[in-house]
């Protein structure tokens, strides 16, 4: 235990900015959870690994010379279709399935992930540094590295358009309409089939640019993408599926969270802290619930 | 049917007892096989019978193996300077205090986590579903990630377990003593199982699989017997995590102990290969996937984990019956169900 930020009040602000900041790039990683959970009704263990995976797809540019700032636009291109390819290889087999294969069969892919990016990109912590200098606040009290305040208005703008594209495009449409029903949908003449393939995608994509804004403003490792998954599901249990300003506010919440728990209980409990809470917020609303004698399901 | 079900018992039996002396050089992955038994074996109370996909048996194998440990070490020695004292082995255990501290040990392993599933049972088995399952998944996780934060057990570098003492045989010796440990608790977990399945027990947790809401409706106390039999599997999967302890001798937090991307996932996958809610199905599925382990793991040189990634979809998706769900549809009399020649013709497969 540290309590040095209650004795310092100013690393309060430092540690809210940070988590807020934080916590957009995890709401954008719950926003493409909420998209898949609720058209496919499929949890996607492998999430955090294709995070992962997008972030190595920028420090591979940053590797090679380019500024992983750019990392932003290739990134989910890539993504988006290894996505649409799981998607034909693993997921569409599982799509109408017990949600345990589901789980299951995606932590299988998650191991296989993590192991292959093991191979390719190594077992080292490596960050793409994006050269943003940093912005002090506060007469200096509080640091906040620019590329920080870039990820996350990134994220928003992502977000946004993500939003705008699904109100308004002809996929966005029939992708609601597939969440709706997928029944109805496929008798009124839309492919589900492309459809799912296309939403897996598209949280594939999402995950691409929440990873290239990771590799830029924290660091890449090919076993940390569990934690990603978890937090955006815990994110998505928060706010409930399909509710937009929940899960913006509850992934800054989380980050908030984190902050506060690295500054007081140290950085080795930071993960342990966060599926703890997981663990926790299930238990309370089990028992919120079954006083109404439901249950979660 | 009474008669080939006795011989087959009999040849494992016999097999379990001589196979040490059989084959002497794989005394150590036989055991371990017994050990991926008891797993499989204790997660299809919950996965199979009782249709709660847990991925958190493993919290229990974990706390087990800790516990374990550190009883043999704290009854004797003060347990902070044995784990800072890491590797070297400034203390030793006299024969005695060995056998002594590992019997308390074991007993400790059994109970706690029999405690603990009692403790946290009423609140993570109310959740159903995907949410149990994710749910139980952070339970493993933060018990290793938090137990890679308290010092006392070694924090994240670990704690070893006691050696052998010395004066009392020799290696062989040990490993075939460790051998015959984990071969009785496989046995006793068996016929534990095999006899609690064929009680009031079993019913119940088949009909909390088939309809929970029903079994609750017709008067049945469905809590009770899920926190019962998480207990039961506690129990088991704790005494394993103890033997693995001082099978290995040395326990680290996340890849020993809570090991949820090895056993974690082994058990699972060993039940559904198997086929799951039945009792021998976790069995076979066991045996089949260590000899596939221990015989294919070497061709993998290094790329075990990537074959294990794909073994898990391959199974997953396409046999999820396991191998006794195979066996019953290929040869339904054996099973017990009767089948009426006319009314298989008449069947259409729909698609």
């Known amino acids: 235990m540290d309590l040095l930020i209650?004795?310092?009040?100013?690393?309060?602000?430092?540690?809210?900015?940070?988590?807020?900041?934080?916590?957009?790039?995890?709401?954008?990683?719950?926003?493409?959870?909420?998209?898949?959970?609720?058209?496919?009704?499929i949890i996607n263990i492998a999430q955090g690994e294709m995070v992962i995976l997008g972030g190595y797809i920028a420090y591979t540019m940053y590797v090679m010379g380019i500024h992983p700032a750019y990392g932003v636009i290739v990134s989910p291109i890539i993504m988006y279709f290894i996505g649409w390819l799981l998607y034909k290889l693993v997921i569409n087999r599982v799509v109408d399935r017990d949600l345990f294969i589901s789980i299951l069969a995606t932590f299988g892919?998650?191991?296989?992930?993590?192991?292959?990016?093991?191979?390719?990109f190594g077992a080292d912590v490596v960050v793409a540094q994006s050269n943003f200098g940093t912005t002090l606040l506060f007469d200096d009290m509080v640091t906040l590295p620019n590329a920080k305040i870039f990820s996350a208005l990134i994220g928003i703008i992502f977000a946004i358009g993500l939003v705008l594209y699904m109100k308004k495009s002809k996929l966005g449409r029939a992708i609601r309409a597939t969440s709706q029903n997928a029944r109805a949908a496929k008798i009124l003449g839309i492919d589900t089939e492309r459809v799912y393939a296309a939403t897996f995608g598209i949280n594939a994509a999402l995950c691409g640019v929440a990873g290239a804004l990771i590799s830029i403003t924290f660091t890449l490792h090919p076993y940390v993408g569990l934690p990603y998954t978890v937090r955006s599901f815990m994110i998505v249990i928060i706010a409930g599926l399909g509710n937009l300003p929940g899960v913006a506010l509850s992934g800054m919440g989380l980050g908030v969270f984190e902050e506060f728990s690295d500054y007081i209980l140290g950085t080795e409990f930071r993960i342990g802290s966060v599926f703890t809470l997981l663990v926790l917020i299930l238990v309370y609303r089990r028992f919120r619930l079954s006083r109404k004698r439901e249950y979660l399901e | 049917m009474k008669r080939n079900n006795l011989i087959l018992y009999g040849a494992l039996l016999v097999f379990g007892l001589l196979a040490p002396f059989l084959f002497p050089a794989f005394k150590l992955q036989i055991s371990f096989m017994w050990i991926l038994v008891i797993l499989a074996l204790t997660w299809d109370v919950q996965g199979g019978q009782m249709g709660y996909n847990t991925f958190g048996n493993i919290l229990f194998f974990g706390i087990g193996m800790y516990i374990c440990a550190s009883t043999q070490i704290g009854l004797f020695f003060p347990l902070e300077e044995w784990t800072a004292s890491g590797g070297e082995k400034t203390f030793l255990h006299t024969p005695s205090q060995y056998f002594l501290g590992l019997s308390a040990g074991l007993v400790l392993a059994g109970i706690v986590p029999v405690v603990v599933a009692a403790l946290i049972g009423y609140g993570i088995l109310g959740l159903r579903g995907h949410y149990f399952a994710i749910c139980t998944l952070g339970l493993g996780i933060a018990a290793g990630e938090l137990a890679g934060g308290i010092e006392i057990i070694g924090a994240g570098q670990g704690m070893t377990a006691p050696p052998w003492p010395k004066?009392?045989?020799?290696?062989?010796?040990?490993?075939?003593?460790?051998?015959?440990?984990?071969?009785i608790t496989m046995l006793a977990t068996f016929t534990f199982l095999r006899w609690a399945y064929q009680r009031r027990f079993g019913l119940v947790l088949n009909a909390i699989r088939d309809n929970e809401d029903k079994a609750?409706?017709?008067?049945?106390?469905?809590?009770?017997?899920?926190?019962?039999?998480?207990?039961?599997?506690?129990?088991?999967?704790?005494?394993?995590?103890?033997?693995?302890?001082?099978?290995?001798?040395?326990?680290e937090p996340t890849e020993i102990a809570f090991a949820g991307a090895t056993y974690g996932v082994f058990m699972i996958l060993m039940a559904i290969l198997g086929?799951?809610?039945?009792?021998?199905?976790?069995?076979?599925?066991?045996?089949?996937?260590?000899?596939?382990?221990?015989?294919?793991?070497?061709?993998?040189?290094?790329?075990?984990?990537?074959a294990l990634g794909v073994l898990i979809v391959v199974i997953v998706i396409f046999f999820p019956e396991g191998i006794m769900g195979w066996l019953r549809e290929k040869f339904p009399e054996r099973f017990g169900e009767v089948v009426d020649e006319a009314d298989r013709k008449a069947q259409v497969v729909l698609k």
């Not at chain 1, 926003?31 to 609720?38: E, S, V």
């Not at chain 2, 045989?169 to 440990?181: A, C, K, P």
């Open chain 2, 275 to 306: 086929g799951k809610g039945t009792l021998w199905g976790p069995v076979i599925g066991a045996m089949v996937f260590h000899i596939f382990k221990e015989g294919f793991w070497t061709f993998f040189l290094g790329w075990q984990y990537v």
């Open chain 1, 6 to 41: 209650f004795q310092v009040p100013i690393l309060m602000v430092q540690a809210s900015l940070d988590g807020a900041l934080l916590g957009i790039l995890f709401a954008l990683i719950a926003y493409g959870m909420a998209l898949q959970w609720g058209v496919m009704n």
């Open chain 2, 167 to 183: 004066g009392i045989g020799d290696t062989e010796f040990r490993s075939e003593f460790f051998y015959f440990l984990t071969f």
């Open chain 2, 216 to 251: 609750e409706a017709m008067g049945i106390h469905t809590m009770r017997y899920k926190i019962l039999g998480w207990m039961v599997s506690a129990f088991f999967v704790g005494i394993a995590g103890g033997l693995v302890g001082n099978m290995v001798g040395y326990i």
């Open chain 1, 109 to 120: 892919i998650s191991i296989l992930t993590q192991q292959l990016m093991n191979f390719i």
